[in-house]
């Protein structure tokens, strides 16, 4: 198993709060990423990494911000939560710069109430 | 932005039978890949096709690299309760940049497959 751990797996908050989920790598990897997925939606890019420092938006990163300030770290930020970002978390980590071949975390799922 | 048909969206099989599900876009993928995710966890990447007509097998999978490069096929055959699951197909597009290699990946929205015994 790719050593990407997601924190924390679980998490309830209240409209307007600030949010932060952590990915944690330890396979050195350069690329990392977060989706969100939907019923309906499947998974959908919000931000990505190519390396440290270097972040990019994807196709849903409105209401969302990350931070990667070291190789194994990749935080997503919501900055005043909103219940239309209640879902299910997913950072994704590669290797190879445009092989596809992603390693996803376990997940985190998020309620705003 | 390019977009992936993923069909069927969900099937309902009996233990035994053969599964076939397809990918199809009005664009040119470089690669295409196929992840399942087992209830409760994330994806996990089955196989990988780099070459049009490309054709890979993984025990009972097997995908195909579409000539046109425009679609790709997944077939499981004799389904076992363990293939339960969300299928996902994705594709790649041809980007030089580093900066590229996020929005290069496009997903479809899966097929939910569900086997009873």
């Known amino acids: 198993d790719a050593g990407i751990t997601q924190s924390p797996r679980h998490k309830v908050t209240e409209t307007g709060t600030p949010v932060t989920l952590r990915c944690h790598q330890t396979e050195n990897h350069r690329y990392m990423y977060w989706y969100r997925q939907d019923p309906g939606h499947g998974l959908r890019l919000i931000h990505y990494?190519?390396?440290?420092?270097?972040?990019d938006k994807g196709e849903v990163s409105d209401g969302y911000s990350v931070s990667r300030s070291k190789t194994e770290d990749f935080l997503l930020t919501l900055e005043s939560a909103t219940s239309s970002q209640t879902s299910v978390y997913f950072c994704?980590?590669?290797?190879?710069?445009?092989?596809?071949?992603?390693?996803f975390g376990e997940g985190s799922r998020l309620t705003v109430l | 932005g390019q977009q992936l048909n993923q069909s069927p969206q969900s099937m309902f099989i009996q233990e035994g039978e053969d599964v076939s599900m397809n990918c199809t876009s009005s664009s040119i993928f470089n690669t295409w890949l196929w992840y399942k995710q087992d209830p409760g966890e994330g994806p996990v990447l089955l196989i990988a096709?780099?070459?049009?007509?490309e054709l890979t097998s993984n025990g009972r999978l097997t995908a195909q690299f579409g000539i046109t490069r425009k679609d790709s096929f997944l077939n499981i055959s004799a389904s076992i309760p363990s293939d339960v699951g969300i299928y996902f197909c994705?594709?790649?597009?041809?980007?030089?940049?580093?900066?590229?290699?996020?929005?290069?990946?496009?997903f479809g929205k899966g097929t939910t497959l569900s086997v009873s015994s």
């Open positions: 990494s190519y390396g440290v420092k270097d972040t």
């Open positions: 994705a594709g790649l597009i041809s980007h030089e940049l580093p900066a590229q290699a996020g929005t290069a990946l496009i």
């Open positions: 994704a980590i590669s290797e190879f710069r445009g092989n596809g071949e992603l390693f």
């Open positions: 096709l780099y070459k049009a007509g």
